[in-house]
């Protein structure tokens, strides 16, 4: 155990703490927020929660929020069942159907017994007597709630760079997008892998959270894809593209309740 131990407390990640200059694109982007333009910010977060880096961009058009819940289906038992039991169990049973606000009258009990009649002949003979009558013991079918699902976003950005400058600020988004999406080894052993960052991802008005857009909770990057010149086969004299289009997916690193959102 002290071997484990030792082992675990050398592995585990010592995760810097300096933060890096944030990012704006386009390079103007830092005077529109002053003046209370919307936008998002991309935020790099370390597993212990600290922040790396953030990149400020313009709300993508098109953006989806996928909420969802899962339901399955769930037989409570057909009322020969019920009645049966109560048939088996006397008194008790019948007080402890009332208490769950199941009835079972006189009628029911008559119902049961036919269908328990025409079942008890044979499996194929009873369902054969079953659809000649024309009836189906009822199910009880109900619904039950099993959670949320796990939501994921996708985000399209279109960089055009105008100037060099704007060039070198969108390949060094596009940089730091694809860095931070793959793990690294550590530094003890390659034969560890360190998990890559969390994404904290906020919709902004000014630099105050934009009370009309989502809240998305800590976000784990699955997906990255570069297009480069899109709309056509042009280039800055230093070789840089004159457009970039950045596709990246996120899903959120759990399945959240009402708490988590208001």
Known sequence: EGLVSQALEKASVKYGSAVTTPIHYPLNLEEQIKKGRPHMRLRIISRDLEEKRSIYLLTPVGLSV?????????????????????AKRGATAIKNLQAAGRVIGVEDLVAASTLTAIESFAPVIGEKGLMSAGIAANPYTNTQFSGTNLRTFEFTFKLIAESKDESDAA????NTFRKFLYPRTHAESKMVLVYPPLWEITFLKGESHNPYMPRLHLCNMTALNVVYNTTGNSYHEDGSPTEIDISISFSESKTLTRDDLY
């Open 171 to 174: 390949r060094e988004i596009e």
């Open 66 to 86: 996928p909420d969802g819940s899962t339901w399955n289906n769930v037989n409570l038992g057909t009322l020969l069942g019920a009645a049966a039991g109560v």
